[in-house]
């Protein structure tokens, strides 16, 4: 144990190496359903070079570590460790935002980087970065594009990784490399931006694309030092419209609609408990919110940056009005308990300090998966009888589906808040958790990102990709020494 613990010291510093009992507990568990695990040691890194002698530390000592970047409270289980006697690997002090390139709009960062600090940077050279739904104060934008967290913008998302292009990863067996256009040399930041390689492009090095290798992984695969990321421009004109229906269903015509004519920049679909949380500061205010906001909302978001701004808008504002009275919905400015205005600075800013989906009940269970926005309200209408059948009040689960990868696809998502000091009411949504999470998968949802008991559902569901998964695991990590236990059918 003290030797173990030494050679930490040797690679990191003494005080980045903490073993206190207070600190291994709060790691220990998390906000999920995870089972709980303790680990062995968190190790702060303050480099790339740091996670490369830790990652071959592990290999020599066969020690699993657990890669995490964002700040605490996590709600997935996937920065739980899995198997005993594991170490943290804890990347937020990685703070560096490496490169701002205007020109390029690219930005490179460190895993430590959060929302509101990477934005701040951004926004002084006129640009800023696709955001997920209201992030948390405390989020790496690492973390979250490396998971392709639905983004907002999904009418300009031209491919399903966007926005990140390129990274260096130190994999599993200790071997560090560029991935994308900067895999291909040399492989110094400073030199390539001197021959005029701004790390634009995902694929390589070569004709490989080792990015593939570590999305949605959880850190299974290795971990991530920097990322490259495509910006925009800031917008110097924003508008949103908001879209009242009765029914899910009431809007799809109009989403597509929208979709096919890739107008505007961002468009989402919320039902009104779901958007009662997002717009409410205190549990009562959403309680209220509840009782007069419309049943769903779509919202519809215009904006345009240095060229032609007015026009811009105005001309997108006459077609997309015209699509929504072709297809029955009205475009406002405002319903009842919400402005467009105000949801767009919601949406677009990160949570304060306390995370906005705990608001409502102080905890809460995601059920989140990939489909298509015609199947969405079969999934809704089982979701809803599910919660009848378990005793849960349907008025308090949120809808969200959020088109992505210019609506080829959406991501759908269930928020099931609960009281945590209750125990009937957790075990309640535990219990409902697991059974709509079986089901969903039967309705042919897919966990693309299969945290906790969704690796067991999604991966038992194709053998081959399981076999295919497992040796690349073999190839990239030969010793399982990152994150073990997930992505493993249990």
């Known amino acids: 144990m003290e030797s173990m613990k030494q050679n930490l010291v040797d690679i990191v510093g003494a005080a980045n190496v903490i073993d206190s009992p207070e600190v291994l507990a709060s790691y220990s568990k998390d906000e999920s359903f995870a089972t709980p695990m303790k680990p062995w040691f968190v190790v702060k890194v303050e480099n790339a070079e740091q996670v490369q002698k830790l990652v071959r530390w592990a290999n020599e ?6 890669p995490v970047s964002s700040g605490a409270p996590h709600f997935k ?43 701040e940077a951004l926004a002084k050279e006129g640009m800023t970065l696709s955001t997920c739904l209201r992030p948390r104060a405390n989020k790496s934008v690492l973390t979250s594009v490396l998971e392709v967290e639905p983004r907002l913008n999904c009418l300009h998302q031209f491919n399903y990784t966007e926005p990140v292009r390129c990274t260096e990863v130190t994999f599993g067996d200790g071997n560090q490399i560029f991935t994308g256009e900067a895999g291909n040399g040399p492989k110094d930041l400073q030199k390539q931006w001197e021959l005029g390689k701004w790390q634009v492009h995902s694929n390589g090095p070569a004709a490989t694309d080792m990015l593939r290798m570590v999305l949605q992984a959880q850190g299974s695969m290795g971990i991530v030092t920097w990322a490259s990321m495509k910006c925009e421009l800031l917008p110097t004109i924003k508008k949103m419209y908001l879209a009242p229906a009765n029914k899910s269903t009431d809007l799809e015509d109009f989403v597509y609609k929208a979709i096919w004519a890739r107008i505007g920049d961002k468009l989402y679909v919320m039902n009104k408990a779901y958007l009662a949380s997002l717009m409410g500061e205190t549990a009562e205010e959403i309680a209220e919110l509840k009782k007069v906001m419309p049943n769903w909302v779509a919202a519809f978001g215009l904006s345009a940056d240095i060229l032609l701004p007015e026009l811009k808008v105005s001309a997108q504002e006459h077609d997309i009005m015209e699509y929504a009275k072709q297809t029955g919905v009205q475009l406002l400015p405002r319903v009842p308990g919400a402005s467009g205005e105000a949801v767009l600075e919601k949406s677009i800013n990160p949570s304060g300090d306390t995370y906005w989906k705990q608001t409502a009940k102080g905890s809460f269970q995601d059920i989140f998966f990939i489909t298509t926005l015609d199947r969405t309200s079969k999934f809704i209408e089982a979701m809803y009888e599910l919660a009848i059948e378990a005793g849960y009040p349907t008025e308090d689960i949120g809808v969200y589906i959020q088109p992505q990868h210019m609506g080829t696809s959406v991501h759908l998502e269930f928020n099931l808040p609960y009281d945590p000091n209750n125990a009937k009411e957790a075990k309640k949504v535990k219990d409902l958790y697991a059974v709509a999470s079986r089901e969903m998968s039967k309705l042919g949802g897919y966990y693309a990102r299969p945290y906790d008991i969704w690796a067991n559902i999604q991966l038992n569901k194709d053998a081959q990709s399981y076999i295919m998964l497992q040796k690349m695991k073999d190839i990239f990590d030969p010793n399982n020494i990152m994150n073990t236990g997930k992505l493993t059918i249990k």
């Open 77 to 119: 289980g996937d920065t739980v460790p899995s198997v005993p006697q594991s170490v943290i690997v804890d990347l937020s002090g990685m703070k560096k935002i490496i490169s701002i390139n205007r020109q390029q709009r690219m930005c490179i960062i460190e895993p430590g980087v959060t929302y509101g600090q990477l934005q």
């Open 61 to 66: 000592t066969k020690t699993t570590l657990v």
